[in-house]
């Protein structure tokens, strides 16, 4: 059974940084996308980032532009867990955060293309 549990949310301050884990169980993170995912009540999944295996720098992750430069996506592959690093945090950052798994061919910036969710952390940022 496949499992993707997040935990590193929390409530902070503008300007403070926060990293979300994504650690996965039932599945192996090679040859896999993962992507980090947020919703805020009545709107619909937004794409923030995603990192593939394989991927030999950390240019060759992918960032949505609203947290390029704030935001990293990395993964460590020996642990099967994923992180959000999050600096610079601004109150429009406020979302349930969601881990996704997927195909690696399909679109990255799609929520149908995940496969596997997690269940979700909220992430609270206050001016």
């Known amino acids: 059974q496949v499992q993707l549990v997040e935990s590193g949310g929390g409530s902070v301050q503008a300007g403070d940084s926060l990293r979300l884990s994504c650690a996965a169980s039932g599945i192996t993170l090679i040859n896999l996308s993962m992507a980090w995912f947020r919703q805020t009540p009545g709107k619909e999944r937004e794409f923030v980032a995603r990192v593939r295996s394989g991927d030999s720098t950390t240019n060759y992750a992918l960032h949505a532009p609203s947290v390029k430069g704030r935001f990293t996506i990395s993964m460590d592959i020996a642990k099967n867990t994923v992180y959000l690093q999050m600096n610079s945090l601004k109150p429009e950052d406020t979302a349930v955060y969601y881990c996704?798994?997927?195909?690696?061919?399909?679109?990255?910036?799609?929520?149908?293309?995940?496969?596997?969710w997690g269940q979700g952390t909220q992430v609270t940022v206050s001016s």
């Open positions: 996704a798994a997927g195909a690696v061919r399909k679109p990255h910036d799609l929520s149908t293309s995940y496969d596997h």
